[in-house]
């Protein structure tokens, strides 16, 4: 089975501060995604990559960065945290040429 | 902007009962998919259903698809209160390099 972890399930963090969220997939998958989940908004993809080192944006990357340096690890980066970005970030993969995306569990992020 | 658009937004019915819920998109399509998520978890793929495909079932899952209408329907059969659950409908675009575009939602209570 695909394995999509993330390195906290709740993370409170001050304004201004610099935030890193983590995931890690262990099947390989060449693209990896962020999106964040806010009631009656869906999922809005932040940010994805095909490929070590490459990224695209995606619809609301806005105050956000991300880091691929390794196939299996795909980091989400907050370089000053604000309150807006207060919300549910899931992580997901799917192989090349594959349409389905396995999801990791999410981290629920409050900034205050 | 958002691509499926589900509906209804929330479905309460009695376990054993079958639960229909439709999503709408706008633009031409490769795939639509269908996810479930659990209270605060991260999304499980259900189904996919190719643009050349009209109707697929994997257990207890029942998906059309109507490319004239620009919509789909996910039934769920003898519905279980395990079944409970938030439920996304997925596109994905012709040459999109495996991004999907996620509606906001619909929300299944099965009551037991």
């Known amino acids: 089975d695909v394995k999509v972890t993330q390195s906290s399930r709740y993370l409170v963090k001050r304004t201004g501060e610099k935030v890193f969220l983590e995931c890690v997939q262990d099947m390989d998958h060449e693209n990896m995604f962020w999106y964040r989940q806010d009631p009656g908004l869906g999922l809005r993809l932040i940010y994805f990559s095909y490929d070590v080192k490459m990224k695209e944006k995606g619809d609301i990357p806005e105050g956000y960065s991300v880091s691929r340096e390794k196939k299996e690890r795909f980091s989400l980066i907050l370089e000053s945290a604000s309150t807006n970005q207060t919300s549910m970030y899931l992580c997901?993969?799917?192989?090349?040429?594959?349409?389905?995306?396995?999801f990791g569990p999410g981290t629920r992020l409050t900034v205050l | 902007s958002q691509q499926g658009e589900e509906d209804p937004q929330a479905l309460s019915i009695q376990e054993g009962e079958n639960a229909t819920m439709n999503c709408s998109y706008k633009?031409?399509?490769?795939?639509l998919q269908w996810y479930r998520q659990n209270s605060g978890r991260g999304l499980v793929h259900l189904i996919l259903?190719?643009?050349?495909?009209r109707e697929k079932h994997s257990g207890r899952l029942r998906v059309t698809l109507d490319t004239s209408k620009k919509s789909s329907s996910l039934l769920i059969t003898a519905s279980r209160a395990a079944d409970t659950a938030s439920y996304f409908c997925?596109?994905?675009?012709?040459?999109?390099?495996?991004?999907?575009?996620f509606g906001k939602g619909i929300t299944l209570s099965v009551r037991p």
């Open positions: 997901a993969s799917s192989a090349q040429g594959r349409d389905t995306q396995y």
């Open positions: 633009t031409s399509i490769n795939n």
């Open positions: 997925a596109t994905g675009l012709t040459g999109a390099n495996s991004k999907l575009t």
């Open positions: 259903i190719r643009s050349n495909e």
